[in-house]
């Protein structure tokens, strides 16, 4: 009985494409997330941003599809990494008030994790890892 939970439950792990293993991954370490009186749904995270790390999935596919050299695709992958861990600032409204704006500046550490996670996923599609 021990041996077929085991066999399920590894079975479940080894099921999620790779969108989904660093979208969740993103949503684990968010370091963002935590805090004493904020209460987070990791999993409600990883499935909102599910649809961004499919696109970029998809995006390493094109590219090996289109025929780009590996070192063509570390180097995209690389720019995508800048682009997306220098997100760094922005505005938040309050009650999507347009009066109620407010600077945000977002956690250095969490931008450098999206970018990461988007990277991986990009050259995942690329070099076809389910």
């Not at 180097?75 to 407010?102: P, Q």
């Not at 550490?109 to 890892?129: C, H, I, P, Y």
Request: aromatic share 8%; charged share 20%.
């Amino acid at each position: 009985m021990l041996i077929t939970a085991v066999i399920i439950a590894l079975g479940g792990c080894a099921a999620k494409t790779s969108p989904e293993r660093h979208s969740i991954y993103y949503a684990r370490h968010d370091p963002t997330m935590m805090g004493g009186n904020y209460a987070s749904s990791p999993d409600a995270t990883a499935k909102a941003n599910l649809p961004a790390y499919k696109q970029i999935y998809q995006q390493g596919q094109d590219a090996k599809t289109k025929g780009l050299t590996p070192a063509q695709a570390q180097t995209l992958a690389d720019e995508i990494y800048k682009v997306n861990a220098n997100v760094t600032s922005g505005t938040e409204t309050f009650m999507n008030l347009k009066e109620h704006k407010t600077q945000i500046t977002r956690d250095e550490r969490a931008s450098q994790l999206w970018g990461q996670t988007l990277k991986e996923t990009f050259l995942d599609g690329f070099n076809g890892v389910k």
